[in-house]
């Protein structure tokens, strides 16, 4: 049986389209449910992409199809314009709905402790020092150690968050079939007193990023995961790897990767 989770932010406009979608559902005879139960097989967000960001935080990034009807700005993943919804609800009612899947990165974070958590993101992590100071960081690929890092900080970036934050600092947009991470520098610093990699690069899904605090006056971090802020104290490493977790973003099939690239940014 077809049923839907609809999930939205608060503006006004959304409200008014999650619940004219509530109805028309209803009157194809597709059941709506208020919670994202096991049986749920689409799920509709109606919002922006800062929405699409919270749905998954919020449901620890549920692998089933989502579509995305845009209330907001920029809409990357929020592809579905309003005037689409009943185009979106034949597609699902007629099993003609397409998917493209995207990755995740999961962060790994060791405290000098020992102790051990675990943070997941859709478009990226952003690791940086105390307020305005430079950081200064280890950054090794699996056993290698590869550069000391100074500057403003580091971004780690799938492939779906290269069109964010990540391309405002000059790193590049990535096919989301390609499966890689970005690891992206902020402002660093590289003159003859510190060195760093002035370039974003790419690592393959099999390998992970490890960064350490270069000494121990580095070890206090602010690190934001898909926007959210936390504070991190006492590190000892922390390692990015892609989760083998994918999500799946609905699209209606005809609309290449590269010309809503071009669509949304030229
Ligand atoms: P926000 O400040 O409300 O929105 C940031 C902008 O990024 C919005 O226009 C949003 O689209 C867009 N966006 C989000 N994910 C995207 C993606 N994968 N590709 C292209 N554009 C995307 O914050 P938010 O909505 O909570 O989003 C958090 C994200 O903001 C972070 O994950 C980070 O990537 C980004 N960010 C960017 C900068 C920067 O570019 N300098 C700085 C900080 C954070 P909508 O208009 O559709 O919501």
Redesign the pocket.
């Known amino acids: 049986m077809k049923k839907v989770f609809i999930y939205r932010n608060d503006l006004k406009k959304s409200r008014v389209i999650a619940d004219e979608l509530r109805e028309k559902l209803a009157l194809k005879g597709i059941a709506v449910s208020e919670e994202l139960t096991g049986d749920v097989d689409l799920i509709i967000n109606v919002?922006?992409?800062?929405?699409?960001?919270?749905l998954m935080q919020n449901f620890e990034f549920p692998t089933v199809r989502v579509a995305g009807i845009?209330t907001?700005?920029?809409?990357?993943?929020?592809e579905i314009a309003p005037e689409e919804t009943d185009r979106l609800i034949d597609a699902y009612l007629n099993d003609e709905l397409c998917s493209q899947k995207y990755n995740i990165v999961k962060a790994e974070i060791t405290r000098k402790n020992g102790e051990v958590v675990a943070y997941r993101?859709?478009?990226?992590f952003?690791l940086k020092g105390k307020g305005t100071r430079p950081i200064h960081l280890d950054i090794g690929i699996n056993d290698s150690f590869i550069e000391k890092f100074s500057g403003d900080g580091i971004i780690v970036?799938t492939p779906?968050?290269?069109?964010?934050?990540?391309?405002?600092?000059g790193g590049s947009i990535v096919d989301p079939r390609l499966n890689l991470l970005q690891v992206a520098p902020m402002a660093p610093m590289n003159t003859t007193a510190y060195r760093s990699l002035t370039s974003s690069f790419l690592i393959p899904a099999e390998d992970q990023v490890i960064i350490k605090p270069a000494d121990s006056k580095n070890r206090d971090l602010t690190m934001?995961y898909?926007?959210r802020e936390l504070r991190l104290r006492d590190i000892s490493s922390i390692s990015f790897r892609l989760s083998n977790r994918k999500i799946n973003l609905v699209r209606f099939g005809d609309t290449p990767f590269w010309d809503k690239v071009k669509n949304?940014f030229l």
């Open positions: 919002g922006g992409d800062g929405t699409f960001l919270s845009n907001g700005h920029l809409g990357f993943f929020q993101a859709l478009n990226e952003v970036s779906a968050g290269s069109t964010a934050y990540n391309y405002s600092l934001l898909d926007g949304k």
